[in-house]
């Protein structure tokens, strides 16, 4: 299917790892221009270069902290200037979630609290309140908000209210922005393969005295796939819903973590 994609513009933030540079390079493979954000220059270019390399087209690297109104603010006309404007943003920059044990509800701390939600909640914010002018004036543009299956799930206090918080700030924006051509959508990832995986997996398998290979067996049992999502299955859903094509979605949760056992949702 042809998404549609040749000549629009994304902004991928959380574009040097994981699950936005997967998205950043499905996006750049349909002929979108892409440039990618993340707080770390040297990572994020290495990233930029080994996009650019494998699918032929130029990526723009823009240093950011989301965190920061000043720093986003700039981050958005830098990334007008190198590409003419912004038609998709891809919001994927958050503390990761699952590499650590959850604190417990005691443990739970103010500062801890607000660190999370000020990246990956209002920082996700910023950056549409940015961008979303710029797609409003054009009359069409694109907003995925990445946030993850703990909005589903209990076991991580902070990683659930975070990810609640972004689904409902997309339902909020999409309601307002889709009578001006500009859709706005979630995508609830679960435990899915980036580069951060196999330390997630060496770290299970030594907690509970096991060979790595069993670790991410029972990790894999989790959902209803038996195997652990790749990020570049979850970056293919995100380019459709960034594409024209998906224009009947709007403000409503993707879910693409293989499926949890016996949950239904309606």
């Not at 998205?23 to 650019?52: C, D, F, M, T």
Request: one cysteine or more; aromatic letters at 4%; glycine letters at 12%.
């Amino acid at each position: 299917m042809d998404l549609q994609l040749s000549g629009k513009r994304a902004l991928v933030t959380g574009g040097s790892r994981g699950i936005g540079k997967a998205v950043a390079r499905a996006l750049a493979a349909e002929g979108a221009s892409v440039a990618i954000a993340a707080r770390s220059p040297e990572p994020l270019e290495a990233a930029a270069r080994e996009i650019s390399r494998d699918t032929g087209r130029p990526v723009h690297a823009i240093p950011v902290d989301t965190g920061d109104d000043a720093q986003v603010t700039a981050m958005a006309g830098r990334a007008r200037d190198a590409m003419g404007g912004v038609d998709i943003l891809v919001n994927a920059a958050a503390t990761p979630a699952g590499q650590s044990r959850a604190p417990r509800f005691g443990e739970i701390t103010a500062e801890a609290f607000w660190a999370d939600v000020n990246i990956k909640v209002l920082g996700y914010l910023r950056c549409a309140q940015a961008l979303a002018p710029g797609m409003i004036e054009a009359g069409w543009g694109r907003i995925i908000n990445i946030s993850g299956l703990n909005a589903r799930t209990a076991g991580s206090a902070i990683g659930s209210m975070r990810n609640v918080s972004v689904a409902a700030m997309t339902k909020n924006l999409a309601d307002e922005l889709g009578p001006q051509g500009v859709n706005v959508t979630v995508v609830h990832p679960g435990l899915t393969r980036t580069e951060a995986f196999p330390a997630t997996v060496a770290a299970i398998a030594e907690a509970q005295g096991i060979e790595r290979a069993e670790a991410e067996r029972r990790l894999a049992r989790h959902n209803t796939l038996g195997r652990i999502v790749d990020a570049g299955e979850v970056a293919a859903v995100v380019a459709f819903l960034a594409s024209p094509r998906s224009v009947a979605i709007n403000g409503d949760a993707v879910a693409c973590g293989g499926g949890i056992p016996g949950a239904i949702h309606y």
